[in-house]
């Protein structure tokens, strides 16, 4: 779901622009960007669409309201930036996209070069294992045993090894082991998060370098002409928010949210992070930059401000959970302010601690964009989390779990009808009674048009410690299509306990193993005390 | 520390069981200490303790051989047995019936699954959701079961041996009495014993007090004699009121079938304690068992105004909210229901189907995942009903029928998905897989009309006019107001007569 709402400065603050219910859009802040990527001067919308989460995932181009191309994505994308990597004319810029440990770069909306992260060391003991594997010295068994308890260690292990031990199936273990053995282990990290930082010049259209964060706790610069890393920062937690400032060649500061709650200020050179570290109290939702203070909205609903240098300058409480948020940079009117999405499905801007503007939508709002979008210099862009794409995604889960569920019932026989075109029959069990005697009373149908069922035989499962059958072994004579047969037998409850069990009801045919149908009943309990001269004479009776 | 004390310090903190075996250790010492010897017996009685006022089931015996029973064809609205037209309940077409032909609560109790049969057969059968027999009379084993009693107890023999008690002497002495009578009653299960000793005790108090008096009237009223339990309760509350005596005269007047003067009762009691919320609740289930859903839900409405924690009364307005037509609303009780911590297949099953009626499809699928997940033997067949059901709602017949192949692997009798099947099977145009659905769901719950009806419509079809006349009949009976079976009827005898 996709709204376009225009910036204007008249009383009215926005117009409502276009809207999209249906577009089934699943992205967020960071996979969306606006850019003139054909140089005509007519921005377009770039979004890196999420997919279901699992598949499906695609990098769209809308120029205006429709969709201009769509390329797929392989993995889940994490970011989307457009940059400048020449100086060719005319001044087209390149699409990165930041899936996985690849960063895959697009140019004139066609894939253009794949940039792989360097590879980080492998733990020698994990290396020596899958040696040993492929040298065939030790068994899948000693592999997993030795892996889990590297894991139980805390060791971090290569992504095949993770997999392996995820496995359930010992058949699927070995064709596994047997299938990767050969192939070298790699140990790969993911980006987090992908910026962009000019290189030498601060032009509009300068070429600028791609800074990625990376699960490996690091933050790595890019050359955009060559695609080798300039520089190398380590940090001490994971990134998940850059914001970037400066030139590479001259000067740049590198503001890091992390997974521990820190934010750390890189700067050309540094090695040390901690200094200039501002811890929260909470896990950052979304940073941004305006000049030199920094916005940092966190999950305990606030949103705080602080200085370049680290100084805490104020905090806004906010009326729900913040979901993401994003700059305004409206460069006509001189207007700078944060807008943030809130979880109340309602959209905050604040300039400077002040709230300025409130606007509304009909569900909550998961990724946000402002600037320029076609010819129109202020655009807003909001995608909504879809209630329609959860349904839908939701729907695929359950359609699959029930057909799993549906063959495990076949499989097993487990249905009261049979489901074999050759075998068309149907039983319901009933049982009469107070106890400890039962009548139970099986009736079994043809449901065939005009083909009697023959050669078949009823029997029952059940604890032999709790219940006697009189009979329980029935052969059925041959079944005439349509008619409802009721076969009948008598279970006396041995126990006096005041339990009861499930007994099952087996409908087989004569020379196979495999019943055709099953059905389950579940005993009632015995009522009455069961005392001995009235059984003995009820079963006289009998 | 003295032992005595510490047994008693365990009474207090329910470890009966601690309670017990210090209390026999002090016996063995010394066999005539009759501290020890009360607080045994009321430790053994705490054990298998049963609130006397709620648990109740009909029993066969009561049901099909009432010989209380005044007039077999009671004016609609003064009995439970023929419940009213139902004022303000939506129609059978709508809310599900039980086999009693009332409506299906929002909160299962002891007797609202399966109501009173027509036949000794039906009798005997199993209901479907309740799953066990009913009992023979409800004098029998089944309150032994309920309260796991003397058939699991001490290996060296009964504590107290009844036979050989001299209950002349005991009934002489206020403070063994109570404790005596309430070890027979409860954990002996010995009602005939337990009447013998209250009648004595009685007597020996100058019938001067209310308690004996109740517990005569519990004994009577387990013995089936009724007017004369309800003799003892109402001396009982002269002279003293009770809230217990209340609900429990209340009770006979139920099994006396005077649903009215049932309530009347409750009235009274109300205008002495006002606002005590198990009185309006029980004048909210009379209601609702005769099918009075306006009363029934203004009165759980009053409950909770007294105690907004009261689950039977969140869940009964939610139902009812849920099939008049206002699913938001009952979808606000249920997730009331989910704060305050119930946490269960059921529940989460009843928000899946409010979110998808409600329009809230997110959350929808989420629900019926967790009920997946929570729900219990009995109680997944349900579950995987109702996602049937909003498979059929999104129009994916594929996922409905399987859906409903897996209810009935897991509950070979849910008379319900074996009609849906026989739609669906019909839809498909096997015409003979449909007729054996039908047939399996008019076997199993012959109370549902739609089974009688599909059947009728299809053999209308078919040109069996003669089945098809039967089963429209057996529809009507089922549900008077079912227009469609009505017209089908009408129709065959217009055909019957042109011949």
Request: hydrophobic share 40%; proline share 4%; aromatic share 10%.
């Given at each position: 779901?996709?709204?376009?709402?225009?910036?204007?400065?008249?009383?009215?603050?926005?117009?409502?622009?276009?809207?999209?219910?249906?577009?089934?859009?699943?992205?967020?802040?960071?996979?969306?960007?606006?850019?003139?990527?054909?140089?005509?001067?007519?921005?377009?919308?770039?979004?890196?669409?999420?997919?279901?989460?699992?598949?499906?995932?695609?990098?769209?181009?809308?120029?205006?309201?429709?969709?201009?191309?769509?390329?797929?994505?392989?993995?889940?994308?994490?970011?989307?930036?457009?940059?400048?990597?020449?100086?060719?004319?005319?001044?087209?810029?390149?699409?990165?996209?930041?899936?996985?440990?690849?960063?895959?770069?697009?140019?004139?909306?066609?894939?253009?070069?794949?940039?792989?992260?360097?590879?980080?060391?492998?733990?020698?003991?994990?290396?020596?294992?899958?040696?040993?594997?492929?040298?065939?010295?030790?068994?899948?068994?000693?592999?997993?045993?030795?892996?889990?308890?590297?894991?139980?260690?805390?060791?971090?292990?290569?992504?095949?090894?993770?997999?392996?031990?995820?496995?359930?199936?010992?058949?699927?273990?070995?064709?596994?082991?047997?299938?990767?053995?050969?192939?070298?282990?790699?140990?790969?990290?993911?980006?987090?998060?992908?910026?962009?930082?000019?290189?030498?010049?601060?032009?509009?259209?300068?070429?600028?370098?791609?800074?990625?964060?990376?699960?490996?706790?690091?933050?790595?610069?890019?050359?955009?002409?060559?695609?080798?890393?300039?520089?190398?920062?380590?940090?001490?937690?994971?990134?998940?928010?850059?914001?970037?400032?400066?030139?590479?060649?001259?000067?740049?500061?590198?503001?890091?949210?992390?997974?521990?709650?820190?934010?750390?200020?890189?700067?050309?050179?540094?090695?040390?992070?901690?200094?200039?570290?501002?811890?929260?109290?909470?896990?950052?939702?979304?940073?941004?930059?305006?000049?030199?203070?920094?916005?940092?909205?966190?999950?305990?609903?606030?949103?705080?401000?602080?200085?370049?240098?680290?100084?805490?300058?104020?905090?806004?409480?906010?009326?729900?959970?913040?979901?993401?948020?994003?700059?305004?940079?409206?460069?006509?009117?001189?207007?700078?302010?944060?807008?943030?999405?809130?979880?109340?499905?309602?959209?905050?801007?604040?300039?400077?601690?002040?709230?300025?503007?409130?606007?509304?939508?009909?569900?909550?709002?998961?990724?946000?964009?402002?600037?320029?979008?076609?010819?129109?210099?202020?655009?807003?862009?909001?995608?909504?989390?879809?209630?329609?794409?959860?349904?839908?995604?939701?729907?695929?889960?359950?359609?699959?779990?029930?057909?799993?569920?549906?063959?495990?019932?076949?499989?097993?026989?487990?249905?009261?009808?049979?489901?074999?075109?050759?075998?068309?029959?149907?039983?319901?069990?009933?049982?009469?009674?107070?106890?400890?005697?039962?009548?139970?009373?099986?009736?079994?149908?043809?449901?065939?048009?005009?083909?009697?069922?023959?050669?078949?035989?009823?029997?029952?499962?059940?604890?032999?410690?709790?219940?006697?059958?009189?009979?329980?072994?029935?052969?059925?004579?041959?079944?005439?299509?349509?008619?409802?047969?009721?076969?009948?037998?008598?279970?006396?409850?041995?126990?006096?306990?005041?339990?009861?069990?499930?007994?099952?009801?087996?409908?087989?045919?004569?020379?196979?193993?495999?019943?055709?149908?099953?059905?389950?009943?579940?005993?009632?309990?015995?009522?009455?005390?069961?005392?001995?001269?009235?059984?003995?004479?009820?079963?006289?009776?009998? | 520390?003295?032992?005595?004390?510490?047994?008693?310090?365990?009474?207090?903190?329910?470890?009966?069981?601690?309670?017990?075996?210090?209390?026999?250790?002090?016996?063995?010492?010394?066999?005539?200490?009759?501290?020890?010897?009360?607080?045994?017996?009321?430790?053994?009685?705490?054990?298998?303790?049963?609130?006397?006022?709620?648990?109740?089931?009909?029993?066969?015996?009561?049901?099909?051989?009432?010989?209380?029973?005044?007039?077999?064809?009671?004016?609609?609205?003064?009995?439970?047995?023929?419940?009213?037209?139902?004022?303000?309940?939506?129609?059978q077409g709508?809310?599900?019936m039980?086999q009693?032909g009332?409506?299906?609560?929002?909160?299962?109790?002891?007797?609202?699954?399966?109501?009173?049969?027509g036949t000794?057969?039906r009798?005997?059968?199993?209901?479907?959701?309740?799953?066990?027999?009913?009992?023979?009379?409800?004098?029998?084993?089944?309150?032994?079961?309920?309260?796991?009693?003397?058939?699991?107890?001490?290996?060296?023999?009964?504590?107290?041996?009844?036979?050989?008690?001299?209950?002349?002497?005991?009934?002489?002495?206020?403070?063994?009495?109570?404790?005596?009578?309430?070890?027979?009653?409860?954990?002996?299960?010995?009602?005939?014993?337990?009447?013998?000793?209250?009648?004595?005790?009685?007597?020996?108090?100058?019938?001067?007090?209310?308690?004996?008096?109740?517990?005569?009237?519990?004994?009577?009223?387990?013995?089936?004699?009724?007017?004369?339990?309800?003799?003892?309760?109402?001396?009982?509350?002269?002279?003293?009121?009770?809230?217990?005596?209340?609900?429990?005269?209340?009770?006979?007047?139920?099994?006396?079938?005077?649903?009215?003067?049932?309530?009347?009762?409750?009235?009274?009691?109300?205008?002495?304690?006002?606002?005590?919320?198990?009185?309006?609740?029980?004048?909210?289930?009379?209601?609702?068992?005769?099918?009075?859903?306006?009363?029934?839900?203004?009165?759980?409405?009053?409950?909770?105004?007294?105690?907004?924690?009261?689950?039977?009364?969140?869940?009964?307005?939610?139902?009812?909210?849920?099939?008049?037509?206002?699913?938001?609303?009952?979808?606000?009780?249920?997730?009331?229901?989910?704060?305050?911590?119930?946490?269960?297949?059921?529940?989460?099953?009843?928000?899946?189907?409010?979110?998808?009626?409600?329009?809230?499809?997110?959350?929808?699928?989420?629900?019926?995942?967790?009920?997946?997940?929570?729900?219990?033997?009995?109680?997944?067949?349900?579950?995987?009903?109702?996602?049937?059901?909003?498979?059929?709602?999104?129009?994916?017949?594929?996922?409905?029928?399987?859906?409903?192949?897996?209810?009935?692997?897991?509950?070979?009798?849910?008379a319900?998905?074996?009609n849906?099947?026989?739609?669906?099977?019909?839809?498909?145009?096997?015409?003979?897989?449909?007729r054996?659905?039908f047939q399996?769901a008019m076997v199993?719950s012959p109370h549902m009309h739609e089974p009688h009806y599909n059947w009728a419509a299809l053999a209308d079809q078919l040109g069996d006019l003669q089945s098809s006349f039967n089963a429209a009949k057996r529809a009507v009976e089922a549900f008077p107001d079912h227009v469609d079976s009505k017209e089908l009827l009408k129709q065959l005898r217009h055909h019957f007569s042109l011949l």
């Amino acid at each position: 779901m996709i709204v376009f709402s225009w910036y204007r400065g008249s009383n009215e603050k926005w117009l409502d622009a276009y809207k999209d219910p249906v577009a089934s859009l699943y992205t967020l802040t960071q996979c969306i960007t606006l850019s003139d990527v054909q140089a005509d001067g007519d921005w377009k919308l770039i979004i890196a669409d999420l997919g279901t989460g699992t598949f499906d995932m695609k990098l769209k181009v809308y120029k205006g309201t429709n969709l201009m191309s769509e390329n797929t994505i392989i993995d889940l994308p994490t970011g989307v930036e457009t940059f400048y990597m020449d100086t060719h004319e005319p001044r087209t810029p390149a699409i990165a996209v930041a899936s996985g440990p690849y960063i895959y770069v697009y140019k004139n909306l066609r894939p253009y070069f794949k940039f792989t992260l360097p590879t980080l060391e492998v733990n020698p003991v994990e290396a020596d294992l899958w040696n040993q594997v492929k040298e065939e010295k030790i068994n899948i068994f000693v592999l997993r045993e030795m892996l889990e308890g590297m894991r139980a260690e805390g060791t971090v292990l290569t992504v095949r090894s993770l997999r392996f031990l995820q496995l359930q199936d010992i058949t699927d273990c070995e064709a596994f082991a047997n299938l990767y053995r050969f192939t070298p282990l790699r140990r790969q990290t993911v980006i987090t998060s992908l910026a962009t930082l000019k290189k030498s010049h601060a032009d509009e259209d300068a070429i600028s370098c791609l800074v990625l964060g990376t699960e490996s706790k690091s933050v790595y610069v890019l050359d955009p002409e060559a695609f080798t890393v300039l520089t190398t920062m380590e940090l001490p937690s994971v990134p998940v928010f850059l914001s970037v400032t400066g030139l590479f060649d001259v000067e740049y500061r590198i503001v890091v949210a992390c997974r521990n709650g820190c934010i750390y200020t890189l700067k050309r050179g540094t090695t040390v992070t901690t200094k200039n570290c501002i811890e929260l109290n909470s896990q950052p939702v979304g940073l941004q930059r305006i000049n030199k203070t920094i916005y940092v909205g966190t999950m305990d609903e606030a949103l705080h401000c602080y200085t370049s240098k680290g100084k805490k300058l104020w905090t806004v409480k906010l009326p729900a959970s913040m979901t993401t948020m994003e700059i305004i940079d409206y460069k006509p009117k001189g207007f700078k302010a944060v807008i943030v999405a809130l979880s109340n499905c309602n959209v905050h801007i604040y300039k400077e601690k002040y709230l300025v503007n409130i606007i509304k939508t009909d569900d909550v709002v998961t990724g946000l964009k402002f600037g320029r979008f076609g010819r129109e210099d202020g655009t807003l862009i909001m995608t909504l989390r879809a209630m329609h794409r959860t349904f839908q995604r939701d729907l695929y889960l359950l359609r699959l779990n029930t057909a799993r569920e549906y063959v495990k019932s076949l499989e097993n026989r487990m249905n009261p009808i049979s489901s074999d075109p050759q075998e068309p029959l149907k039983l319901n069990a009933t049982v009469q009674g107070i106890g400890p005697m039962f009548k139970l009373t099986v009736n079994l149908q043809n449901t065939s048009l005009s083909n009697p069922s023959t050669n078949l035989l009823i029997t029952f499962q059940y604890d032999d410690k709790l219940y006697a059958f009189k009979n329980s072994f029935i052969e059925v004579p041959m079944l005439v299509p349509g008619l409802n047969y009721a076969f009948e037998t008598y279970v006396e409850c041995q126990s006096d306990k005041g339990i009861s069990d499930n007994v099952k009801v087996y409908i087989l045919r004569q020379g196979k193993s495999i019943p055709i149908i099953t059905g389950i009943i579940s005993m009632p309990c015995t009522d009455v005390e069961p005392i001995a001269n009235v059984k003995k004479k009820n079963q006289d009776d009998f | 520390m003295d032992p005595l004390f510490l047994a008693y310090s365990y009474f207090r903190r329910r470890k009966y069981q601690q309670c017990t075996d210090l209390c026999s250790q002090l016996l063995e010492k010394n066999p005539y200490d009759q501290a020890a010897w009360t607080l045994k017996t009321r430790a053994l009685t705490g054990q298998v303790y049963v609130d006397e006022v709620d648990v109740d089931e009909e029993g066969i015996a009561e049901m099909v051989m009432d010989d209380n029973t005044i007039a077999q064809v009671s004016r609609p609205g003064t009995s439970l047995k023929q419940p009213g037209t139902g004022k303000g309940a939506p129609s059978q077409g709508i809310r599900p019936m039980s086999q009693s032909g009332r409506p299906v609560s929002g909160f299962v109790r002891p007797g609202t699954q399966g109501g009173r049969p027509g036949t000794m057969e039906r009798a005997i059968m199993t209901p479907r959701t309740a799953h066990t027999a009913r009992p023979v009379t409800s004098a029998s084993g089944r309150y032994v079961r309920l309260g796991t009693a003397s058939m699991l107890s001490t290996p060296d023999g009964p504590f107290i041996n009844l036979a050989r008690l001299n209950f002349a002497k005991y009934a002489a002495r206020p403070n063994l009495a109570k404790a005596l009578f309430e070890y027979i009653f409860h954990h002996e299960n010995d009602v005939r014993n337990a009447l013998e000793l209250a009648a004595l005790a009685t007597e020996s108090v100058q019938f001067k007090d209310w308690w004996w008096k109740v517990q005569l009237a519990k004994c009577y009223y387990r013995l089936g004699m009724y007017r004369d339990a309800e003799r003892q309760l109402k001396s009982a509350l002269t002279q003293q009121e009770m809230i217990d005596s209340y609900l429990y005269l209340c009770k006979v007047y139920v099994r006396l079938d005077q649903p009215l003067t049932a309530v009347e009762v409750y009235k009274q009691g109300l205008e002495k304690f006002q606002g005590e919320t198990t009185l309006l609740t029980g004048i909210a289930r009379i209601y609702e068992g005769m099918n009075d859903m306006d009363n029934a839900v203004k009165f759980y409405k009053d409950v909770l105004n007294f105690d907004s924690m009261h689950v039977e009364a969140i869940a009964c307005i939610a139902t009812h909210h849920f099939y008049t037509d206002q699913p938001e609303v009952a979808l606000k009780f249920y997730r009331r229901l989910l704060q305050m911590g119930v946490y269960n297949g059921e529940l989460f099953n009843n928000l899946g189907l409010c979110c998808f009626y409600a329009q809230q499809y997110d959350m929808t699928l989420t629900c019926f995942e967790r009920a997946l997940s929570l729900a219990e033997e009995q109680t997944l067949a349900d579950v995987w009903f109702n996602i049937g059901h909003v498979a059929l709602g999104i129009g994916d017949m594929t996922l409905a029928y399987q859906c409903f192949r897996l209810t009935v692997a897991n509950n070979n009798d849910h008379a319900e998905a074996y009609n849906n099947l026989g739609v669906l099977e019909l839809r498909k145009g096997n015409v003979e897989m449909a007729r054996a659905f039908f047939q399996a769901a008019m076997v199993t719950s012959p109370h549902m009309h739609e089974p009688h009806y599909n059947w009728a419509a299809l053999a209308d079809q078919l040109g069996d006019l003669q089945s098809s006349f039967n089963a429209a009949k057996r529809a009507v009976e089922a549900f008077p107001d079912h227009v469609d079976s009505k017209e089908l009827l009408k129709q065959l005898r217009h055909h019957f007569s042109l011949l």
